[in-house]
């Protein structure tokens, strides 16, 4: 069984400031991760994802992630915030099975202050 | 064209109505995924179509029906809903397992749906 947990249900930084978003998984073979991204009223984008090619994965919108087996972490990070990151971030652990079902960790709400 | 398309976007039904929800991709992509997803909570996955056939379905109540027509199209179908039943519900496409690598799942907007 998968599971993943992400820590904080909320983080508030600066504009400017690191971004940092944790996120531990736990697999019981080599894991697919993803992080995703919600707007209000939207649906999920893809920021980024870790397919065993690179532990040290480049998203868009300046976001990354790096992968830890020996930390069982995919932690989010972002060098400077901007107020237009403010949104709800899902980390996701995926099976290899044929039908890639997602397991969601609970969300982290980023909010960002001027 | 590289997107989901959800239909309506907004939704209000009474309990004893009758309705549908509409997804599109045309995208190729032959997996194709139905999710509920309450406020402040992340998406639970209601059903999996594989090559337009139901592979999963996640102990959902019988009031949602869902259709897979052809390979770009999946349907929600709604009847007799009830007032806790109201979310995003949002649908999501995949490349086939074929096409190799972790093949990460588009969501379409998603159909906010209020039951009265």
């Known amino acids: 069984a998968q599971s993943v947990t992400q820590l904080g249900s909320h983080v508030s930084v600066s504009e400017g400031a690191l971004v940092l978003l944790r996120c531990n998984y736990s697999?019981?073979?080599?894991?697919?991760l993803f992080w995703y991204v919600q707007y209000p009223n939207q649906g999920l984008q893809l920021l980024l994802k870790?397919?065993?090619?690179?532990?040290l994965v480049k998203g868009i919108n300046g976001f990354e992630a790096e992968f830890k087996k020996s930390e069982t972490s995919f932690h989010l990070t972002k060098p400077s915030a901007h107020m237009s990151d403010a949104a709800e971030y899902f980390c996701?652990?995926?099976?290899?099975?044929?039908?890639?079902?997602?397991?969601f960790g609970k969300g982290t709400m980023l909010l960002v202050s001027p | 064209d590289t997107e989901v398309t959800q239909t309506p976007k907004h939704l209000v039904m009474g309990m004893t109505n009758k309705k549908s929800l509409k997804c599109e991709q045309h995208?190729?992509?032959?997996?194709m995924y139905w999710y509920k997803q309450k406020a402040k909570k992340p998406p639970e996955l209601m059903f999996v179509?594989?090559?337009?056939?139901?592979?999963i379905n996640e102990s959902v109540p019988s009031r949602f029906s869902p259709e897979c027509p052809n390979s770009s199209l999946l349907n929600l179908h709604l009847h007799a809903l009830q007032p806790e039943d109201s979310a995003l519900y949002l649908c999501?496409?995949?490349?086939?397992?074929?096409?190799?690598?972790?093949?990460?799942?588009?969501f379409g907007p998603g159909t906010r749906l209020t039951v009265l």
């Open positions: 179509y594989s090559y337009e056939k139901l592979s």
């Open positions: 697999s019981s073979v080599p894991p697919y």
């Open positions: 996701a652990v995926s099976d290899r099975s044929g039908y890639s079902t997602l397991t």
């Open positions: 999501a496409s995949r490349p086939s397992s074929a096409s190799g690598g972790a093949n990460e799942q588009f």
């Open positions: 995208m190729g992509h032959r997996a």
């Open positions: 870790y397919t065993s090619a690179a532990t």
